[in-house]
């Protein structure tokens, strides 16, 4: 946390970027003197309390160079109206959200049950056959490649339980390779191979990628191809030797799903990009066949958290590590405008390779496509979108070399391999999500060359574009091989879980991203220990607290302002006691005797540290009651209600659960100090109680790096 300077460019975790004019002193709405930091808006001015001084966060030098305008104070009326849900909304959205949760798992706990109740022969090994095949393939595999293999090949061959594994990793890290190795355990069975694809250019591309790997040495599996490109007569031969089991190998799009296609002796089912298919359609294949060994793969990054809680429903298999050879893609983050493009397509064109120019929508795509003509007249430049006719036709002729361009929408995210592509150019990139512009990214860097993503951003939008392009440098700072997992789950953050056990695939906004997969873990511990969900308490970001206390640090104690700004942020720095009587102890060394009021701003400092690890996020003194705005379950109350001795005390907490509130009754009517002293003793109590329950907040582990950071803000006064 940088110092707050006069005249700087400050960002408002609510209210977006605004300038810090300087202090004010004033009285609060209770009537106590208070100190606040005045940020100006375009709409006006903002009073920020000291106290929540980590609301605030000092714009670096290139960030604040990219701000154009201050943002508006007041948030649009979408904006409001969605912030604006009640707190009786918030706590249904909860107990909806868990409640689906438990449909599902049992759904899914009852079909699982009845698939550990299908049992098949385990396939039989044939090692020396398998280490000549492994040995024709033409890399070396990576260490996840070979724990993922034998994962597989375990599932396949060491127990009776068909297979159900989800391997999942970054484009061009091998997932086609493992599936290879698996397709040839169970064609050495006997077996046949199935292998899933979402579009018919993959489908073909994983043709090649089987005829390369088997024909050479082992003509005798037979493979097929059944797409909308393939002639009816060849369709309709390929479905012939499917049904007689002289196809070994079939591979296609969702044709593989007709009831019109019967496998003679079905064995290993491959999925590949298995978000693109609906869970009906990928349970259709397996329902018809049972015993069937199922292997899915996927390229869409899926945080680890949430994989982790559905291990005990399905295998997983995650691969991190990049192929040897592999370079990471450098990655740029630019204001859109006509130079950035013509430096990015020349230093692509000059060295022979094919550029990705991608849209987010299909109105004004052809616009584009003049303009781009206008700047390269010479370049041969392609549209595509998912309203083209013919589309997989002009992918294909992309595909192989007859156009250098292809401007189209986000149709290229599935699995197509192009490795002439080294470049991508992402237009208005502010409008896409984390994971969906790295999986673009991984469309490029598919080969010994050095791949570049351009992600350009309209600055039309004014100051607040500062916060879409914070979230476009998290792409520069994960630019690293196999960083999906990290943008994954901080795109999740930002747009919702999805209901991850059903049908549905979108994002869940009711609840944040954290407080579901933590229903998620809880649901699923308990179906498999049957012991009770824990109790735990809510997470908040931020306390609020508003007292009638002075609490501030006196122009008397501290006449200089900016040695006064560097006081104030040390405190907000603070995340523990132990770091908050550290920096108090600084401040009597340098200033002499602390004053009341900044004994009382240390308390109410202290008493947001037990709050925040409550889950606490608003004290207010309302009339004769103080209120605590905390969404607390009501066995959570009344367990933390048993730690309190004095009945009396214990008589006057009331629980509003559906408000998502606790009163302290009576309270208000007394003195400010009374008020917090009487707050700190009860919150400090309860955080002991509930010292065991899982919740996330300061632990006092990194007391010496605080005091390193508080050591150096008074260093720059010195």
Not at 70 to 81: E, G, H, I, V, Y
Not at 107 to 130: C, G, I, K, W
Not at 333 to 350: D, H
Not at 452 to 461: D, I, Q, R, V
Request: hydrophobic share 40%; net charge positive.
């Amino acid at each position: 946390m940088l110092t707050l300077r006069q005249d700087a460019l400050v960002l408002h975790a609510r209210h977006g970027i605004g300038r810090f004019i300087g202090l004010e002193r004033a009285n609060s709405a209770a009537g106590a003197p208070q100190e606040y930091a005045v940020v100006s808006y375009r709409d006006g001015e903002l009073y920020v309390p000291l106290s929540q001084l980590e609301m605030l966060r000092t714009l670096s030098t290139d960030d604040a160079a990219q701000v154009r305008r201050l943002d508006n104070m007041q948030p649009d009326l979408l904006q409001r109206r969605r912030k604006a849900r009640s707190s009786k909304a918030r706590y249904l959205a909860r107990r909806r959200a868990r409640d689906h949760i438990r449909r599902q798992l049992v759904n899914l706990h009852h079909l699982y049950a009845s698939r550990h109740h299908v049992t098949r022969h385990p396939f039989p090994v044939d090692q020396h056959a398998e280490q000549l095949f492994f040995d024709a393939c033409p890399f070396t595999l990576t260490n996840d490649q070979h724990l993922a293999v034998q994962q597989v090949l375990s599932d396949l061959s060491d127990r009776h339980i068909p297979m159900d594994r989800l391997l999942c990793g970054d484009v061009g890290f091998g997932k086609t390779e493992v599936a290879i190795r698996a397709a040839f355990r169970a064609l050495s069975a006997g077996k046949q191979v199935a292998v899933l694809a979402p579009t018919t250019i993959l489908a073909h591309q994983h043709y090649e990628t089987f005829k390369q790997r088997f024909l050479p040495h082992y003509p005798q599996y037979h493979i097929a191809c059944m797409t909308r490109f393939m002639p009816k007569r060849t369709i309709t031969d390929a479905r012939a030797a499917v049904e007689q089991g002289v196809c070994r190998i079939a591979i296609g799009t969702h044709m593989l799903l007709s009831d019109t296609i019967s496998f003679a002796h079905i064995g290993l089912l491959i999925v590949d990009e298995e978000h693109r298919f609906g869970v009906n359609q990928k349970e259709k294949i397996r329902s018809r066949y049972h015993g069937i060994d199922t292997l899915f793969l996927s390229a869409t990054p899926i945080p680890r958290t949430l994989h982790l809680t559905l291990n005990g429903l399905r295998d997983a298999s995650i691969l991190r590590e990049a192929p040897e050879g592999r370079k990471p893609i450098a990655t740029y983050v630019y204001p859109k405008g006509a130079g950035v493009v013509r430096r990015a397509i020349s230093a692509e064109i000059s060295r022979g390779g094919q550029i990705f120019f991608v849209v987010p929508r299909i109105d004004g795509i052809d616009t584009t496509a003049d303009w781009l003509r206008d700047m390269f007249p010479n370049l041969r430049i392609l549209v595509a979108h998912g309203q083209t006719s013919g589309l997989e036709q002009r992918i294909w002729h992309f595909v192989t070399g007859k156009y250098d361009m292809l401007v189209c929408t986000t149709i290229i995210e599935n699995g197509i391999n192009m490795p002439h592509v080294n470049t991508i150019i992402v237009h208005d990139a502010t409008r896409f999500g984390l994971a969906q512009l790295h999986q673009l990214r991984g469309r490029v860097g598919r080969s010994d060359r050095q791949a570049y993503a351009w992600f350009l951003y309209s600055e039309s939008s004014g100051g607040r574009c500062m916060q879409a392009v914070q979230r476009l440098r998290t792409l520069e700072q994960f630019n690293e091989l196999g960083s999906g997992f990290r943008i994954a789950q901080k795109d999740m953050e930002m747009r919702g879980v999805g209901t991850v056990l059903g049908v549905e695939q979108h994002g869940n906004h009711s609840v944040e991203a954290t407080e579901y997969a933590r229903m998620l873990a809880e649901e699923l511990e308990h179906i498999r220990t049957g012991q009770p969900i824990p109790l735990s308490l809510p997470v908040t970001d931020t306390v609020e607290v508003f007292l009638p206390v002075s609490s501030l640090i006196p122009e008397e104690f501290v006449p200089d302002v900016d040695e006064k700004m560097a006081a104030y942020t040390a405190l907000s720095a603070a995340k523990t006691g132990k770091e908050l009587l550290y920096v108090a102890n600084k401040m009597r060394a340098r200033y002499g005797t602390l004053p009341g009021s900044t004994i009382r701003h240390i308390s109410v400092l202290e008493l947001k540290m037990f709050a925040k690890e409550l889950g606490i996020r608003r004290v207010v003194s309302e009339r004769q009651h103080v209120i605590l705005e905390w969404a607390l379950e009501e066995e959570a109350f009344k367990s933390l209600m048993a730690f309190i001795e004095d009945k009396q005390a214990r008589s006057r907490l009331e629980h509003l659960v559906l408000e998502e509130r606790v009163v302290v009754r009576g309270l208000g009517i007394c003195s400010g100090d009374v008020q917090l002293g009487k707050l700190r003793s009860l919150l400090k109590g309860l955080t002991k109680a509930a010292k065991s329950w899982p919740r996330r907040g300061g632990d006092g582990e990194n007391d010496s790096q605080s005091h390193k950071l508080i050591d150096a803000l008074y260093d720059v006064l010195e």
